[in-house]
């Protein structure tokens, strides 16, 4: 039940992730109202770890009524009897809504448009995003104002913190009776990082006086080679290569490039180009497959996965992401796991079957495997190793892992081409059919382990384009595919 507004008590919510200033921002809220004469009284309810953990920060502000009685004040929020919610993140928007917190005809709700995504959206098999759009249509149903804009961009517009563009944002909304100098003031006052919280006070004060707006989606420009074989390959992908396919061609070859050479990219568009043969106009097929198959081609291994973690480029990036100053140490701890599989995978293909497929060898070196380590990657131990690792792709054509996945990689494009002549929607299906294979360990196996159902399916009762789309989606739908094993059972 929504109760009525008092204008002399009013009520705040602020939903904020781990380490994103929600208390911060509590703090400014109560010392702007208490300079103004009202009561003020803020508690947090810590949530679980989730996304860096997710709290509830619970302002509460009285106006004295002159018979010197101190009001009787809440712990946290209740349902029905917030004035003002402000929330870090769409899906932090989204919980305050499912609470109860934002109502109709009373709360004026300020929510950033940007998503932080959780572990079981990223784990999922296929496209585990929460639905934004809903959340979005369900914030303007449920408020009496709903303010959304996206506090991450700001936050880097103006250098600041989120929390500064969140109360900025609450000024700007004219939800609490409170001058727009008192706001600035208790920033001030605060002593801390003034200039660039100032910055970030005014973009979200901007921001709140114009109509709600989504984050702007990333562009990934087409690359441009910039060296003699990156653009002997680009002119070929030109030459060869039907114009839909292009762009698709280009990222798989400068991605490839990245992961091996120039000549594991050459064997990208031999591969390409025998599809694209078989294709016709509007060159769908050409299009997924010039993606699909860079994707498959670029598996990760381990190899992989130590040059990503000890680029400079990301760890210039996450500097950026925990704004890190200059004269500031920076530590970045992994959690890895690699399985024995994966480190004998990692080995030339003789070593790593010989391990493997002893069960004396793979018990006595198994149990060095069987838990995960806290890796610190900024650390000169573990970066000299990781870099070392990383050093052996030259080695990786040799090992177990790149001869199996080059064998399944034709076998899956001698399916793909065999279909066309008969039928390119089929074709164009089984090349989608590669988003079930990704990442590595227990994903990469369960999603191989589908993937190999739907072609063992397919040949032994060739199935419609609709049919191996059906299949691929309920694999994709969840993480033991519990549908699709029964859409195959029956």
């Not at 508690?43 to 002159?66: F, H, I, N, W």
Request: net charge neutral; with cysteine.
């Amino acid at each position: 039940m929504t109760t009525t507004p008092n204008q002399n008590r009013l009520t705040i919510a602020i939903l904020a992730l781990g380490g994103q200033g929600g208390g911060v921002l509590a703090d400014w809220i109560q010392e702007v109202a208490r300079g103004q004469g009202w009561i003020a009284q803020g508690t947090s309810v810590p949530g679980v770890a989730q996304r860096t953990g997710s709290t509830v920060y619970y302002v509460e502000l009285a106006k004295p009524d002159g018979s010197g009685r101190l009001p009787v004040m809440a712990q946290m929020p209740m349902p029905g009897d917030v004035d003002v919610v402000v929330a870090s993140e769409l899906m932090e928007t989204g919980r305050a809504l499912l609470r109860g917190f934002s109502t109709a005809r009373r709360t004026t709700l300020i929510g950033s448009t940007h998503r932080i995504y959780a572990i079981g959206e990223k784990q999922a098999m296929g496209d585990g995003r929460g639905n934004g759009e809903k959340i979005i249509e369900a914030a303007h149903q449920r408020s009496r104002r709903f303010v959304g804009f996206d506090m991450e961009a700001a936050t880097e517009r103006s250098g600041s913190v989120i929390s500064a563009v969140m109360f900025g944002a609450l000024a700007g909304s004219g939800a609490l009776p409170f001058p727009t100098e008192t706001f600035r003031g208790a920033i001030e006052h605060s002593g801390i990082a003034v200039k660039s919280n100032l910055k970030g006070f005014q973009e979200g004060f901007d921001q709140a006086q114009a109509p709600v707006a989504m984050p702007v989606e990333e562009v990934h420009e087409v690359p441009v080679p910039t060296t003699v074989r990156g653009r002997e390959l680009a002119a070929r992908i030109t030459a060869a290569l039907p114009g839909p396919a292009h762009v698709n061609a280009l990222h798989g070859v400068a991605k490839l490039m990245d992961y091996q050479d120039g000549d594991y990219a050459a064997l990208y568009l031999d591969r390409l180009e025998t599809v694209a043969a078989l294709d016709a106009a509007p060159f769908e097929m050409t299009a997924e497959a010039a993606r699909h198959l860079a994707l498959w081609m670029g598996y990760e291994d381990t190899i992989r996965v130590a040059d990503l973690k000890t680029r400079g480029s990301r760890i210039a990036r996450v500097r950026g992401e925990v704004k890190a100053q200059d004269d500031q140490i920076l530590s970045i701890t992994e959690f890895m796991h690699p399985r024995l599989q994966e480190v004998c995978e990692t080995l030339p293909a003789g070593i790593g079957r010989k391990i493997l497929g002893s069960k004396r060898m793979t018990d006595l070196l198994g149990r060095f495997f069987t838990e995960g380590r806290h890796v610190e990657t900024t650390g000169l131990r573990w970066f000299l190793a990781l870099r070392t690792l990383a050093k052996m792709r030259g080695m990786r054509p040799r090992s177990l892992r790149y001869i199996e996945e080059q064998e399944r990689i034709e076998g899956w494009l001698e399916l793909v081409r065999s279909e066309a002549p008969r039928d390119l929607g089929v074709s164009l299906e089984l090349v989608k059919c590669q988003r079930l294979i990704k990442g590595y360990g227990d994903t990469f196996e369960r999603g191989l382990a589908n993937y190999e159902r739907i072609v063992a399916e397919h040949r032994r009762a060739p199935r419609s384009a609709a049919e191996v789309a059906r299949l691929r989606d309920l694999a994709l739908a969840d993480e033991k595919s519990a549908a699709f094993v029964e859409a195959l059972a029956g």
